[in-house]
């Protein structure tokens, strides 16, 4: 009798066990990228982690052949972590309204790994286990990582990146400079970079007194990273000037295609914050 | 009833008689009757000597005839459901040329914050026209509500570019063949999301358009510049943003044949959820006009080895994939165009995949792959179910038969083995 009592309740557990996990991948489907084609692997495979965060390799998907191609990474210094099991912790300003958005990819082209988590809204860290990128090697050049808010930034939504840094317990980056990565989705022969400063003023008079005037003031020109040749899928690191003034800023880059010369451009919006 | 089970003898079966008197005899021998078992022994050799006779003279029992009608009948039975029962989905692949193409963007996950989807990649040309604008963007920067909602922009021989374009899931595409003048248009439409379209420039490009304030702005130098669509805050009604370009040198002759995927401006494997081979005569309010936009072409039942159907000219085809539900027969400009309610829903995964759309000058070749409920040709009073009948899937599944095969010459052998077994005891 006492047997029949402990199996019953058993598979009591096991049915709940599983009601519970079923429902947990039902809240966590936003998370993921719908995206990635599925990978074989059933322990690597990307998929849902936990109730904020999906990770993994997925299948090969076509790439790109747009000129541009993708943003990688946007980083406050370079990510700084050791391949062991210790959590990394990545870092934003505090204070962003609305949910952040986080996403690491691989860099190399031959590794198939994405990662994507929506924190807790109100949080500024998130903390990343690092069994993943453990287990496939990915170094700190190999990653790219980035962070965004949706905002209304000269009246429409767009992505807005923080200054997102990458830690792993006592080692902490160099957080001087924002760095962006870029994978290029075709051969360049020129890529170029500009930079804005979203400017805010009140209107003193006019149409609409009382009403913040938005413009973008020119940080720096159009200029050329130097190299006369960049391969496709192959991440180019940029590092961006030092800046002075805090507030959001439009990174602009522009890209000439090296087998016709056609041209691409494509803006980058983020938030620099006082040190 | 059980073949090999006895049936119950009969008390006027002299065979039974002779085995109980022969078992009563034995049964007294066994007994100790050691009287009797002298004169027994005799008598039970002379009694099986009898029932030897009498089994060796006896006439054969009748043989039943109705177990081999029933199993003819259920047989007959099952193949004629084989035969009228159609299989309840099927893959098919989609060969076909058209008139006119409309489908609506689906998500491979089924999810409803599915990633956009990219529908167009970068196209150069010398001339657009985009309609049904909304806001305009120039370098990043938008332009107070702009006084007309149709642009036109070209340039003096020299090319710029359309970005290529994501549209989001639930978005109704209809594309259209070439004009006259070479010009090929594509309409969007979408009820919740706002659509956009992007144009690039290279410096110095001199940009002619219809706008003079747009002109004005290009003239300072412009890069980039972004047309949205945004759903009217104060009418149930959809996104729209129709886009024109003309296409230089485009190749005569159909685009059914041997054309480069390559020249497509369309992207290739695209999820979508509704597949419309049908139109409307301009203007008309009733649906009962619509008509078919096939021009000819080939579907292949994948589940039945891929055997081909071949769909002549204005043959009305319906693939299950999407209804009339969204058809909005008369627009203010007095063009039909698409925009289901129900394309903002969670809807389950995306049952089709368009894998090539290329346009030629009078046709656009589709070829694409789904899984449908539905298959049909001609109208509802005389419609031709296209769906294979299972009996047919059946046949195409030789594991099946060979399974089936295997184990009925099995059981027969078992089953011989076994009468044999029983023959000997």
């Known amino acids: 009798m006492k047997n029949r009592l402990i199996e019953f309740s058993r598979h009591l557990c096991i049915i709940a066990c599983s009601l519970a996990v079923a429902s947990t991948a039902g809240l966590a489907q936003g998370v993921c990228d719908p995206s990635k084609p599925t990978a074989n692997n059933p322990w690597e495979r990307y998929q849902q982690r936990d109730s904020s965060r999906c990770e993994g390799v997925y299948g090969q998907q076509p790439v790109s052949g747009d000129i541009i191609g993708e943003i990688a990474s946007f980083t406050l210094g370079k990510p700084l972590y050791q391949l062991d099991p210790k959590p990394l912790t990545l870092e934003w300003p505090a204070g962003v309204e609305g949910p952040v958005h986080l996403r690491a990819v691989a860099l190399e082209e031959d590794i198939f790994y994405q990662m994507d988590a929506v924190p807790p809204v109100g949080t500024s860290s998130f903390d990343w286990p690092s069994d993943l990128l453990v287990h496939r090697g990915i170094e700190p050049h190999e990653l790219g990582v ?56 009140d209107k003193a008079a006019g149409e609409h007194p009382g009403e ?42 522009r890209a000439e295609r090296d087998s016709d010369g056609e041209l691409d451009t494509e803006s980058f919006w983020f938030m620099h914050v006082a040190p | 009833m059980w073949p090999l089970r006895k049936a119950p003898a009969t008390a006027s079966d002299p065979g039974e008689v002779l085995r109980t008197a022969i078992r009563e005899r034995v049964d007294r021998a066994v007994a100790g009757d050691v009287e009797a078992s002298g004169a027994s022994a005799d008598e039970v050799q002379r009694l099986t000597q009898l029932l030897a006779a009498y089994e060796q003279t006896r006439p054969p029992r009748p043989r039943r005839a109705w177990p081999v009608v029933a199993l003819v009948l259920a047989t007959a039975l099952v193949i004629s459901a084989l035969l009228l029962l159609r299989m309840p989905t099927t893959e098919v692949t989609l060969a076909l040329d058209l008139s006119s193409l409309t489908f609506r963007i689906g998500s491979d996950s089924g999810q409803g914050s599915a990633a956009p989807v990219e ?32 642009f036109k922009l070209s340039t003096n021989g020299e090319d710029f570019s359309i970005r290529p374009l994501d549209v989001p899931v639930g978005t109704w595409v209809r594309v259209s063949p070439p004009d006259e003048a070479g010009g090929l248009t594509i309409a969007l ?19 002619l358009a219809s706008d003079p304030e747009l002109m004005e702005r290009f003239a300072q130098g412009v890069q980039q510049a972004v047309f949205r669509a945004e759903r009217p805050a104060e009418a149930d009604e959809c996104a729209r943003l129709r886009l024109r370009w003309s296409v230089p040198g485009t190749a005569s002759g159909s685009a059914s044949a041997a054309d480069g995927a390559n020249a497509s401006p369309f992207k290739s494997t695209m999820p979508v959820d509704a597949l419309l081979f049908i139109d409307l005569t301009g203007g008309s309010q009733h649906l009962s006009t619509r008509f078919s936009s096939v021009l000819g072409g080939r579907i292949y039942l994948e589940a039945v080895g891929g055997r081909e159907v071949a769909i002549r000219r204005d043959q009305l085809l319906d693939v299950g994939l999407g209804t009339l539900a969204g058809y909005d027969p008369v627009r203010a400009s007095g063009d039909p165009g698409f925009c289901a309610d129900d394309a903002a829903a969670e809807t389950p995964a995306a049952p089709a995949r368009i894998m090539r759309i290329a346009v030629g000058d009078d046709a656009i070749a589709l070829q694409a792959t789904a899984t449908v409920d539905r298959l049909s040709t001609g109208t509802a009073t005389h419609r031709q179910n296209l769906l294979p009948r299972r009996l047919e899937w059946l046949q195409t599944r030789p594991e099946l038969l060979a399974f089936w095969g295997a184990s009925v010459s099995l059981f ?14």
């Open chain 2, 412 to 425: 027969g052998l078992a089953y011989t083995v076994l009468l044999w077994w029983r023959g000997t005891r």
């Open chain 2, 189 to 207: 439409a979408h009820p919740t999301e706002a659509l956009a379209v992007g144009l690039s420039f290279a410096p110095g490009v001199e940009v």
């Open chain 2, 119 to 150: 529908l167009l990649g970068r196209i150069r040309t010398d001339q657009v026209t985009v309609d049904d604008v909304a806001t305009i963007e120039l370098d990043d920067l938008p332009i107070r509500q702009p006084q007309a909602s149709h």
């Open chain 1, 146 to 201: 980035r962070a965004w808010v949706i905002e209304s930034l000269l009246e429409h939504p767009r992505d807005l990146h923080l200054p997102l840094s990458v830690r792993q317990g006592a080692l902490v980056p160099e957080a001087q400079r924002h760095w962006l990565v870029v994978v290029p989705g075709a051969p360049l022969r020129k890529l170029e970079v500009g930079l804005d400063r979203l400017s805010t003023t």
């Open chain 1, 212 to 253: 913040a005037d938005v413009q973008l003031e020119e940080v720096k020109s159009y200029g050329s990273l130097g190299q006369s040749y960049y391969a496709a899928r192959r991440a180019v690191q940029i590092a961006l000037p030092v800046l002075a003034k805090p507030g959001n800023y439009r990174l602009r880059l």
